[in-house]
């Protein structure tokens, strides 16, 4: 399976760095990585920089090569930023479109609404296909930009808080939808959550960020230790087996004050 790997990424913003020399050497295919980290401490900023959206000094490379950007964004990646676009007066199915037709070569229009309503279908979201865009509400029009990325087939999906305005029932839904996705297509998948326990039960490799620095690279079970969780989040938290099994951390207070 390729990989993407960053290597001595430095981002700045003017004269600010806010990524520091991170080496990622192996985020895979087919495995949803989480990316986690308190707030300010880069997630979005590096999402944008493997996007080409924030220019960075380093390497970033997939399978290999340096991910190409010619004018702008490379059509390997499909990014969804936490912060969604306004909305244009579009119908849901239209906008999945008009993403599937920036990518798709080889399939008539009527191919083409095949796959984009068998997506929204398993989103759970056909029922929307022919209102505005601009009538959804928040937790719909998440669901809808998570189809327009997915449409495009990307080899590299980056979401950014994918989950910020789901219910419960949706979360699950679409981890559980993302890894399949993730495993079938053999795609790299970076989703930035701040829910620890979603990453815990729904991703395969999480990565830590503190301060524009990458502190903890692996699985799950292994990076999320109340060590971990003290030195980053500055909380007191236990890893314990829920009854069927599943690591789950419980705060149990804070050990220093939000920095
Ligand atoms: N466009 C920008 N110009 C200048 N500084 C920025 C810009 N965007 C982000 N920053 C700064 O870069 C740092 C990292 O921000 P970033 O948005 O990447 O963090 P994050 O981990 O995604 O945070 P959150 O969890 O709150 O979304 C912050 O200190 C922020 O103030």
Redesign the pocket.
Known sequence: MPSLSLHQLHVR??R?E??HDLNAPRIEAGKVTALL????????????AVAGL?SADGRIEFDGHALRRQNGPSRQVAYLP?TLPPAVRLRVLESVLVARQATATGLGQSGREQDVLALLERLGIAHLALCFLDQLSGGQRQLVGIAQALVREPAILLL??PLSALDLNHQFHVMELLRQETRRRGMVTVV?L?DINVALRHTDHVLV?QA?RLVADGVPAAVVTPAILAEVYGVQGRVEACSHGQAMVMVDGLVAAPV
């Open positions: 913003y003017g600010r806010v990524i980290g308190p707030n300010g401490s880069g997630k979005s900023t590096l999402l944008k924030a936490q950014d808080e930035v701040h960020l524009g």
